[in-house]
């Protein structure tokens, strides 16, 4: 047996372990979060903890061999923009029986992204959104995309489960958190509206993704469940209504249809796209009497992973970059790493100096903030491996949009509007989208950021019963194309690379 | 070096496909893999100095920019495309003997999986290193592989996935092989696979990128 002393925020704790432990798993073992986005595999180094002594490690490649002392990097709350309402459909308020259960009621609408989790508290006389409080995902630390998910789930014992409960406990810690800072019972919250995507709705209700992950892409179910709060074991009113929204197909998850359905377009936007770019890239050409629509699986480098010096949208990312050395970051600390609006308006800045050229060759790694500038001490640069990693990102999501144009015969030309959807959509520079690519040229004029689409549609689905009809039109006029069946699109894949 | 040879070998180094093919720009106009390897046997060049001297090298010059990471996935698929406008006419001579092919692969992305664009580089380039490919294409199972090696017996195959969740299909399938042809070489690759995943599954080769998968096969058929 060894001791393991961690500190974190603060408070210090330590306990004992058994020889030869994974310092990840130890950590993991005693509740706390680490991020590591290949899931331990020792390919992504970026569950860095310090150990007193020795500096920092990539903890899922240390042995604990010894009595240590270690340090976790201080916990940064995601910040993801709350949902914008420009561009929402508003609802008259209905919030349906479950209201009934509470004399003054309390709904929860969540968003359940592969990477963060949103959470709207609302109150149900009013139809007021109270507050909004987004967290990350702490699936995280078994892999950063829904695949990784999935695998823990079929080849761990109790995998599912495992993941399940850690979704069921970060809910519980929200709502207790919010039951307690309002100072309202349990039992006011009586209705609970989640939107996500299909992986992770299957494991919420702690069904099998499996068939997910294999062709021929199976859901197991793509339908509406209303299940009791009981059921999930939720800290609420156990009669509270708890509504998962329905799925179109595994990679168009409720997030997407919800989304869809809560946005209220300009009038004058006939045939208009709809992007979400997250975890993956979904994509949705909206005409006067279909909706085609596609997932793009560009990966989570928007997200800041696989990109060295990558992180999402949290404190210390450098989320818009000028040129020259001249950045912003979120919260305006020191830089600590970039999130994927900085990484496209540096590539963007980098092909305009030439430093990167229009096939992607880059000679050697760019230096962005020297070591003395950023907020941990460590250079952060852009490396050549990060700009493939963005080239295949990229093309994926032109590529998508190219194929659903060519589906309706449409060009460029014919498009109203992109609706621009995901945390990443607010900080977003146009011109820089479409200067590296990632938005066809003659859109990007077009582009209306909407925020966070899935929250919406889950805050709809909590204030009205109205919102329901919204959402069956628009599956029943969803029109989905698999790009894996596509013929041409490894060609466009292929082509669509270059900057 | 002859000319016409050489000109073939930096048309198919550069994704030249045919004359009409506007990629890549700075060749726009001029002749193509095609035309040049119908000159190249019109002047009595002999289909087997075709393969060696201008195709092999050519692809072997793109595997080596793609590993140093000059090149990337597009510029690689335009020369693999390149090299198929030449191939379609050195086929006729593979089938009548007058070229003789290094050996046969066998190359399928594995059951449960769709993509094929890693799995068509690794076929182009091993193609392109002189050996006949049979390519089963993708969500291929275990049956297949075993039908495609007893139509080639002595044949290499090579499984291919691009899914951390599709890869644990590749152990059934290199299981049956192995029961079936103790003897069969089997190489896997695609992004989540790595060594130490290759030599649980008792696989017996894996390199990360078409390059290392070449060099690996010369090697056996030397």
Sequence with gaps: MHKLTIHSAGKVSSANVSRETILLDAIRYRGFMIYAPCGGKGSCGKCEVYVRDEGYVTSCLYTIEEDIEIVLPEPVEANILAAQYEYSRILPLSPGPASRLSDSP???????????????FIRLATGTLLETSTVLNPQAKYGADVISRINYCITVPEGLLTLQSELIDVFNLQLSHFTEKSNISPDDIVKICICGNTTMLHILLGVNPGPLAFVPFTPVFCEERIVRASELKLFCNPLGEVKVLPSLAAYIGADIVAGIASLAPVPAHKNFLFIDVGTNGEIALITADRIWCCAAAAGPAFEGANIEHGMGALQGAINIYYGQNNFQTIGDTPPVGICGSGLIDLVADLLRSGYVSADGYMEEKFLVVPSERSGNGTAIYITPKDIREIQLAK?????????????????????????????????????????IGLIPTGLSEKVIPVGNTSGTGAILAVRSEKFDRYVSETLDSMEYTELSDDEDFALQFAINMGF | MNEKLAKLLEAVEYGKVDQKSPYPPNLKGMDGAHELTQQALDAGIRPQDILEEALIPAMGNVGRKFSENKIFVPQMLMSAKAMGASMAHLKPFFASGKIKSRGTFVIGTVKGDLHDIGKNLVAMMVEGAGWTIVDLGVDVDAGRFLEALSKNPGAVVGLSALLTTTMTNMGEIVAKIKESTPDTVIMVGGAPVNMDFCRKIGADFYAPEPRGAVDFLNQLAS
């Design chain 1, 395 to 435: 093309s994926a999501i032109v590529s998508g949009i190219n194929i659903l144009l060519r589906r309706t015969s449409l060009t460029v030309d014919n498009i109203d509007a992109l609706y621009l959807a995901g945390g990443f959509g607010n900080y977003i520079r146009k011109e820089s989208a479409e200067a």
């Design chain 1, 106 to 120: 309390y709904g929860v609408a969540i968003d359940l992204g592969t990477t963060t989790l949103a959470f709207h």
